[in-house]
């Protein structure tokens, strides 16, 4: 398991950071050119999209490491989850609009399919929150632009320590 964690950290924190040191050597390059129409040649776009690029990958970064401490502090019992009783049909729908956003620049159209009966959950709406926004993003980032993503929120049921339990289930696809 170890392992795994350990490839895992490894793959999500070199993409961000192969992305910020790439765009870093290009500027360094241009910076460093004998000419100084090799420092013009970039247009503002181009200099914009870049340093874009590179605040994305810096984000990613601290985002990545920040999930990794909040892991390790579950893991080592030092952290608790304020949980509260939300209506979850309520809660998605509030933040339908939040999660369009997010993926406005893959041109990606988002539907949420809700049961005819509200569902509840005890829940920490931070945490939840920031796990859809990211399985949110990442559906819309690896798929082709103008992918339709589906939310579609029911009502399951299963055994746990040989008890049938009720459970909400949130379907991304």
Do not use: C, W
Not at 76 to 89: A, R
Not at 147 to 169: C, G, H, M, P, Y
């Amino acid at each position: 398991m170890k392992n795994e964690l350990v490839t895992l950290i490894s793959h999500e924190l070199r993409t961000p950071l192969t992305l910020v040191t790439s765009t870093f050597d290009l500027f360094k390059e241009t910076i460093e050119a004998p000419s100084a129409e090799k420092v013009r040649s970039f247009s503002a776009e181009q200099k914009k999209r870049l340093f874009a690029s590179m605040e994305k990958g810096h984000r990613r970064l601290i985002a990545i490491i920040e999930d990794l401490s909040y892991y390790l502090s579950l893991v080592k019992n030092e952290l608790s989850l304020s949980k509260e009783t939300v209506d979850l049909n309520d809660f998605l729908t509030k933040n339908l609009e939040a999660f369009k956003q997010l993926v406005a620049a893959y041109n990606t159209e988002l539907s949420l399919e809700l049961p005819s009966q509200s569902l509840k959950a005890d829940i920490s709406k931070e945490k939840i929150l920031d796990v859809l926004e990211r399985l949110i993003y990442n559906a819309a980032y690896h798929n082709h632009p103008g992918t339709q993503i589906f939310l579609k929120l029911s009502e399951d049921r299963i055994i746990r320590d040989n008890k049938e339990l009720k459970v909400a289930k949130l379907e991304i696809s």
